[in-house]
């Protein structure tokens, strides 16, 4: 029988929310058990960019990631969001390790090819390291994920948080009966974004085929739903999409085969 982990993603706008990101971290340190947690920091990048005078540029929600723009995704996520997290479950109690996919080569990635959009130094994930990680897990250590990987070249890659958090589920599902959470802003997949209330309980792969043609579900949700979907056809028990202040596995959406 598998040992239960837990894998909570927590987004940007969480990130530079000093309340609810003080709130996730209590919450996060109370969980009992073996435990990941991920993060993202796109809103602080933007911030920092901006004030070193450069431009973002984002295509679809994504961010364009040219060289400069790797320099600062690096500091901002790897250093000042990570190791803040970091020293913060530190104080809670969480003995916390801060990793990139670079860090023990544990998430190894491609650069995205140039189709209809070039968008730089962005990575798509080729494989995490499951084995590695676990070995870390059972060493009473908790994994801290930064959103950057590396190709094996040398080159790191800025890859997106929500898919760091799936694809580490479904390495670790091998070992371990996971429950992965992405924690955000909302109270969960809304079936009317306009209305905070609206959150839609269960989604199976059909709902997600039908919101996505009408237009129910747009914008970032479709590719948190691709990563929720795809972790759990890879093993992972379960999937909640839910506020970063309830992230008992009680509230917002959860995600059904």
Known sequence: ???????????????EDEARLSRLL?????????????????????????????E??????????????????????????????????QAAGVDALGLTGADIDVIRSHKRPVKDVDYGYVG???????EKLSRLVEAGVTPVMAPLTHDGQGRLLNTNADTIAAETAKALAKHYDVTLIFSFEKKGVLADPDDDDSVIPVITRADFERYAADGTVAGGMLPKLENAFNAIDAGVSRVNITLATAIDG????????
């Not at 029988?1 to 990130?15: N, S």
């Not at 109370?30 to 070193?52: D, Q």
């Not at 798509?124 to 499951?130: K, L, Q």
């Open 1 to 15: 029988m598998k040992h239960p982990l837990t894998i909570v993603k927590v987004g940007g706008a969480v990130v």
């Open 124 to 130: 798509d994930v080729e494989r995490a390291d499951g």
């Open 250 to 257: 009680h509230h917002g959406t959860m995600i059904v085969p």
């Open 26 to 54: 209590a919450d996060f340190s109370a969980i009992e058990g073996r435990k990941v947690l991920v993060h993202g920091g796109g809103r602080r990048a933007t911030a920092v960019a901006s004030r070193l005078g450069i």
């Open 56 to 89: 973002s540029k984002m295509v679809g929600g994504r961010r364009i990631t040219d060289e400069q723009m790797l320099e600062v995704v690096t500091m901002v996520y790897g250093g000042l969001v990570n190791k803040n997290v970091v020293a913060r479950l």
